[in-house]
């Protein structure tokens, strides 16, 4: 089959030039002309291979949550005792990997904006991620398992927010919610499947060698974990303008002017390289991003419970094996939730209401978690708790919409408003003493709290970026300019 080149493309406009024109661009050497039909042809074909390493990336995102949350499943199986744990040890134990987190999103991100190979730094950092693991695995005393959390959460810092700024650059905002989604199902994903993974090695490996279960199940998750980020080196995509070998030239070249066309949608400076770090300098002065940083803190407080989910599982009253079976469920659900709420997200161009939606839900779910303590009911509020989660993924795509108009600034501030939520989860680790269960009504009135707050803080948000869109609006009715840029509400 032969593949016919994209036609040559104005660096400036981004408009199509026919055979025999020059444009600004030396970077295209495309003359051809093509039409719109098949510049959809190649579209397809370009987000259709793209989207085949996304979904690995959502492998590579899975094996990077089993790492960071396999402690609560361990906690079942004598980790605590083993390590000789006192008090709220293990509350520090779960909060100390998000200062790690915190201290490292906004640099690393900012030194990905200036790299051409991000697969190869992201990957390697995975590698080293797999390797803590498996010395947490060895660990004999709580002091050594802290300082292994502090340096895993370090070194997982880069994926994520690295990630869904590598995927901004290949994807266009209208597309961004579901490639958000994509990605970030990993999450749900493991929050489903890792308990019943960790179910089966305490079953099956609990005692081998004279080792305990939770130390098998550090191991066997860092192995996995070192395996697909080691693949993830060749598979993962790098940025549009490094050349690909898993492109055709004209899917390459295409790929670097759906960013043009972005650009000259009203994203003037996307193209443009960044100077230092200005786009740190200048997200930091933005303080749009603080307040979307605060609301999101807030809400990655509300959903603090999701580093316990074992542990509220287990206060329905059956034995470790079967209590971890019983988190599956309510995540596939939440899964499920999620594509549908974001692709429903993108065709209406909203995402207030795709935030608040699911953040109402949980709180209904921990409603009901307050007001019985039967173990159905209690187990139908698992359902609803979880749906709350997919007011996250959301969330993050609204920040990047907002701030896409620069991509090096964009790279800053979806890892500074990513590393406040995080910050959410370091006081949200206190959120749920033992002392507070097995009903934990205080935990759940905190995080009911946080979220009405949150939600709050997303109206007045939506109520700023109307009136911008207005104000920009008014200003090209008066000047007679064309439709520019639009902020998603």
């Known amino acids: 089959m032969s593949y016919r080149p994209l036609p040559q493309a104005d660096a400036d406009t981004g408009n199509y030039l026919p055979d025999g024109a020059s444009g600004s661009s030396s970077d295209d050497h495309t003359p051809s002309y093509i039409d719109e039909q098949n510049r959809m042809f190649v579209e397809k074909r370009l987000l259709r291979k793209l989207d085949l390493r996304v979904g690995f990336l959502v492998l590579v995102y899975m094996m990077n949550y089993m790492d960071r949350g396999n402690v609560a499943a361990a906690r079942l199986r004598g980790f605590e005792d083993d390590l000789n744990m006192t008090g709220n040890q293990f509350n520090t134990l779960i909060s100390i990997f998000f200062v790690g987190y915190?201290?490292?999103?906004?640099?690393?991100?900012?030194?990905?904006?200036?790299?051409?190979?991000?697969?190869?730094?992201?990957?390697?950092?995975?590698?080293?991620?797999?390797?803590?693991?498996?010395?947490?695995?060895?660990?004999?005393?709580?002091?050594?398992?802290?300082?292994?959390?502090?340096?895993?959460?370090?070194?997982?810092?880069?994926?994520?927010?690295?990630?869904?700024?590598?995927?901004?650059?290949?994807?266009?905002?209208?597309?961004?919610?579901?490639?958000?989604?994509?990605l970030s199902c990993g999450n749900s994903i493991n929050y489903a499947f890792s308990p019943l993974v960790a179910s089966g090695i305490f079953a099956g490996l609990d005692g081998t060698l004279g080792l305990t279960g939770w130390r098998w199940l550090f191991f066997v998750e860092a192995a996995s974990t070192i395996v697909f980020a080691v693949s993830a080196i060749w598979i993962s995509p790098d940025f549009p303008s490094t050349p690909s070998i898993w492109l055709l030239p004209d899917e390459q070249t295409l790929a670097k002017r759906r960013m043009k066309e972005d650009a000259a949608a009203g994203n003037e400076d996307q193209g443009k390289p960044a100077e230092g770090f200005s786009g740190l300098s200048e997200a930091l002065m933005d303080w749009r991003v603080w307040w979307l940083s605060a609301t999101l803190s807030l809400m990655g407080a509300s959903l603090s419970f999701v580093h316990y989910f074992p542990t509220l599982s287990a206060t329905m009253g059956y034995n470790a094996t079967i209590s971890l079976l019983l988190c599956a469920p309510p995540w596939i659900l939440a899964t499920v939730t999620s594509f549908f709420v974001a692709r429903h997200s993108d065709a209406t161009g909203d995402r207030f209401w795709h935030i608040a939606g699911p953040l109402l839900v949980g709180i209904v779910g921990l409603m009901i978690a307050i007001s019985t303590m039967n173990t159905a009911v209690r187990y139908l509020s698992l359902f609803f708790m979880t749906q709350a989660s997919v007011s996250y993924i959301i969330f993050l795509t609204w920040a990047l919409n907002t701030f896409s108009q620069s991509r090096s600034k964009s790279a800053a501030a979806i890892a500074l408003v990513n590393s406040m939520a995080t910050s959410g989860n370091i006081g949200g680790s206190y959120f749920w003493p033992s002392s507070w269960g097995p009903s934990y009504v205080n935990s759940y009135l905190i995080c009911i709290l946080t979220s009405v707050i949150c939600i709050a803080m997303c109206w007045a948000f939506r109520m700023h970026l109307s009136r911008c869109n207005e104000a920009a609006e008014a200003e090209e009715q008066a000047l007679g300019l064309s439709k520019g840029f639009r902020y998603i509400l």
Request: charged fraction near 10%; include cysteine; glycine fraction near 6%.
């Open 102 to 182: 915190v201290l490292m999103q906004a640099p690393s991100n900012a030194f990905l904006d200036r790299m051409k190979r991000p697969s190869v730094y992201l990957s390697s950092c995975m590698i080293v991620c797999g390797a803590i693991t498996l010395f947490t695995g060895a660990a004999q005393t709580y002091r050594t398992a802290f300082i292994f959390r502090f340096l895993l959460g370090f070194f997982e810092a880069a994926f994520f927010p690295g990630a869904i700024f590598l995927l901004s650059r290949w994807y266009k905002p209208n597309e961004l919610g579901l490639c958000t989604v994509l």
